[in-house]
């Protein structure tokens, strides 16, 4: 899951700052681990999907509240004025975790 998140992380940081930069973004690596460190706290959540009637449930809740808490960290982080732009550049780096746990239970599961 850790490489997950860094994953996430650095997509979000590139992303952040080289396709989706405002003239306010002022942004360090520091700044964006740090946000996104607590926005990644409801993953936490995902533990209840040891019970394998949870096991999606719980996965979708903590991806999705894991990406909304993102949101507003990367707008905050970012100094975006638009919570769309915060938004896309945190959806790209979602796309990432996404495939990356997706590709995790597929191997769990062979």
Same mark, same amino acid.
């Given at each position: 899951?850790?490489? $997950?998140?860094?994953?996430?992380? !650095?997509?979000?940081?590139?992303? *952040?700052?080289?396709?989706?930069? &405002?003239?306010?973004? @002022?942004? @360090?690596? *520091?700044? /964006?681990?740090?946000?996104? $460190?607590?926005? %990644?706290?409801?993953?936490?959540?995902? /533990?209840?999907?040891? /019970?394998? +009637?949870? !096991?999606?449930?719980? +996965?979708?809740? #903590?991806?999705?509240?894991?990406?909304?808490?993102?949101?507003?960290?990367?707008?905050?982080?970012? @100094?975006?004025?638009?919570?769309?732009?915060?938004?896309?550049?945190?959806? %790209? $780096?979602?796309? &990432?975790? #996404?495939?990356? /746990?997706?590709? &995790?239970?597929?191997?769990?599961?062979?």
């Amino acid at each position: 899951m850790l490489v $997950g998140w860094c994953a996430w992380v !650095y997509v979000t940081f590139v992303f *952040g700052v080289q396709v989706f930069s &405002v003239p306010e973004t @002022d942004v @360090d690596v *520091g700044q /964006i681990v740090r946000t996104s $460190g607590y926005a %990644a706290a409801p993953g936490l959540f995902a /533990i209840f999907g040891i /019970i394998p +009637l949870l !096991y999606v449930p719980a +996965l979708a809740l #903590a991806l999705v509240w894991m990406l909304a808490a993102m949101v507003v960290s990367v707008r905050q982080a970012f @100094d975006y004025s638009s919570t769309w732009r915060a938004l896309g550049v945190c959806a %790209a $780096g979602w796309i &990432v975790l #996404a495939a990356y /746990i997706g590709g &995790v239970v597929l191997l769990l599961q062979c």
